[in-house]
DNA sequence: CTGAAAGCGCTAACAT
DNA sequence: ATGTTAGCGCTTTCAG
């Protein structure tokens, strides 16, 4: 009795074949060619490490070589759509080139980061993929000093020289801005939230300069990125009720945009007639919601795979030789028209429903 | 020049500090008094330590004690909130007990899953946390095997001895199902997967059980349970058109409600007044609707500790003394009653609204 | 009270 | 062509 689990190891795997340890590990790492094993020892270790179904101890391997073929994915709500998406694709991807991927959500909140980005370097990950918050220059600094290879996205840190894989919001926003004065919409709001980070300043500017263009004033809610839904739905709530002449409103993220619905809901203000709607970043619910949700939609799997391959080029790029060159990758956004953000066909023809618009 | 990114070892700050790596080892692990290190070179090590920042390499301690401090956690979809937030808990309670967390998604997929279990062995993980897929019998007997401390959730796998945390959902539609006929609704429908889990039989039970001592007949719709969204939707709005009797219904799991509402929503019909909704388990949204649903609630905090609590117990066993005694605890749901499931006072007050209703 | 030394399981340079 | 061996960085007896 007592404890029967002993792995099998190396050394029995040696013994029993009656060769060398050596000769095992080399022909596991596929050097039996170039180490000149014959071909027929090489099938026998094979066949016999198949057999009784050996692994080699991950730990050791790593102790020894320094690489442990993970990599840490930081970003800032895995439960999100868009990032879980994300996740998914960099993890299927990365698991067929032999990288496995732990990932952890910052909530948005530095600190969080900071502790996440410290306890990957402790686990000695390979790579880091990060979706930085705000005030992490330094932890990131710190690892690329240390030359771990790191992409950044979704958003970038404008004083560091790094790789990063972010959309063109201010185009996308833009865009849309502009499918809605198309549609008659003269009184677009946008509401965002009071972060000041990259990609949600580049998508209120997109808004800002569409209008300006027309010389139309713009009319933006900042709301807190607060936890709080039933606040956030109260904070939207209020402002559209304070803008009763708005037709039309730009939600800068996903979240928002939910909530934001939940608010024009319960305002009996009817999609597109009352307030046209358009969301940044697409979701399952804004295909399925009655009306459709017009969206500008990210491009997950061009993001995915951008991240991941500049990310395996520098994994596999020997670590001496200094990575010198960043990536910087910006991708563009595709305004998807649902019908939330089209002009009704005048009166409609079933003339039904509608109550209490704004007072 | 050259690779100037020396991590501080053990080595270097006993060398520094003139006594043996053995002192800072002892010291470092809190065994400093039991090996009678005296207090003056005990804080120097530790300000040293402090000074430099330095971190132990955990892949050589791991190496060495056999332990990792991670915690290997198996879900079925890390994206559904239900999963996530379980998930988030007793990340957050493993991490304060010095544990870590990585976690995968299986999809309910037993080649996935068998495929993470057995990732998670060769990381060495020190224990198991695993919502069980069907077909994993072998894998989980595997581990429990080898005596590593294993805890099921949401369901269990009848045919093994472990230890395991479920929820008495048969209790929980049951109540639910009670609920909806003392609120006048007397053809209610349940739909479900065609999943058989333990946890799936047990919701329609309780439903089928209710219905039973009422001598009503069950009207029980099973959709497949695919990752097509559409299809789904189709299906239940199939399955309520078809049973235009039908005034109530009951939806076994969280995704598929939200499929269910909007099925419901393309039929034009008012919930309550046409059609009464239900919902096991509960999700931001359901609170959210207008009108609110109602839900059986799980208790996800007492889930979540139930499951640390017994894990982290017996991880914290020495290994040689058998894991005899296995815990299960079964833990009650919650009907948290909103609107969607409440008669209405009759014709309504502010008469308005309304249009096709079944033909 | 402290230090020397033996590994944990594996890789890879160096012998043979 | 294959075997020997020195570590990777740490923990932990066991002798001083």
């Known amino acids: 009795?007592?404890?029967?689990?002993?792995?099998?190891?190396?050394?029995d795997i040696a013994n029993h074949l009656e060769v060398s340890i050596a000769t095992v590990s080399l022909v596991l790492n596929g050097k039996a060619k170039q180490s000149r094993i014959s071909d027929?020892?090489?099938?026998?270790?094979?066949?016999?490490?198949?057999?009784?179904?050996?692994?080699?101890?991950?730990?050791?391997?790593?102790?020894?070589?320094?690489?442990?073929?993970?990599?840490?994915?930081?970003?800032?709500?895995?439960?999100?759509?868009?990032?879980?998406?994300?996740?998914?694709?960099?993890?299927?991807?990365?698991?067929?080139?032999?990288?496995?991927?732990?990932?952890?959500?910052?909530?948005?909140?530095?600190?969080?980061?900071?502790?996440?980005?410290?306890?990957?370097?402790?686990?000695?990950?390979?790579?880091?993929?990060?979706?930085?918050?705000?005030?992490?220059?330094?932890?990131?600094?710190a690892i690329l000093r240390e030359?771990?290879?790191?992409?950044?996205?979704?958003?970038?840190?404008?004083?560091?020289?790094?790789?990063?894989?972010?959309?063109?919001?201010?185009?996308?926003?833009?865009?849309?801005?502009?499918?809605?004065?198309?549609?008659?919409?003269?009184?677009?709001?946008?509401?965002?939230?009071?972060?000041?980070?990259?990609?949600?300043?580049?998508?209120?500017?997109?808004?800002?300069?569409?209008?300006e263009e027309r010389q139309l004033p713009p009319l933006i809610k900042r709301v807190a990125a607060s936890k709080d839904s039933e606040q956030l739905i109260a904070d939207i709530h209020g402002f559209i009720k304070d803008n009763s002449t708005c037709d039309a409103v730009i939600f800068s993220t996903n979240y928002l945009s939910i909530y934001g619905l939940e608010a024009i809901s319960r305002l009996q203000l009817q999609i597109p007639q009352d307030l046209a709607v358009i969301s940044y970043d697409d979701h399952d619910l804004f295909r399925l919601y009655t009306p459709a949700i017009t969206v500008i939609a990210q491009p997950v799997e061009s993001i995915a795979k951008n991240v991941i391959d500049i990310l395996l080029e520098q994994l596999q790029q020997p670590s001496d030789q200094a990575i010198a060159n960043n990536h910087s990758v910006v991708l563009p956004t595709t305004l998807v028209v649902r019908k939330s953000s089209v002009r009704q066909p005048a009166p409609a023809p079933a003339a039904r429903k509608k109550a209490a618009k704004k007072k």
């Open 147 to 211: 030359q771990t290879p790191t992409v950044l996205f979704d958003r970038f840190l404008p004083d560091l020289v790094t790789n990063y894989i972010v959309v063109d919001g201010a185009q996308g926003t833009y865009e849309a801005t502009l499918h809605l004065l198309e549609q008659g919409f003269m009184n677009i709001a946008f509401v965002t939230t009071d972060s000041t980070q990259t990609q949600m300043e580049a998508r209120l500017n997109g808004y800002v300069r569409a209008l």
């Open 40 to 141: 027929a020892v090489a099938e026998r270790v094979l066949k016999y490490v198949q057999e009784v179904g050996y692994k080699p101890n991950h730990l050791a391997k790593s102790l020894r070589t320094g690489k442990t073929h993970v990599i840490g994915l930081v970003v800032e709500d895995i439960s999100n759509p868009f990032f879980a998406t994300v996740a998914w694709l960099i993890e299927k991807q990365a698991f067929e080139r032999g990288y496995r991927i732990i990932y952890c959500s910052t909530d948005n909140d530095p600190a969080k980061s900071k502790e996440l980005i410290s306890m990957f370097r402790e686990r000695h990950v390979d790579g880091f993929i990060i979706v930085p918050s705000e005030g992490i220059e330094e932890e990131v600094s």
């Open 1 to 11: 009795m007592s404890k029967v689990k002993k792995r099998t190891l190396i050394n």
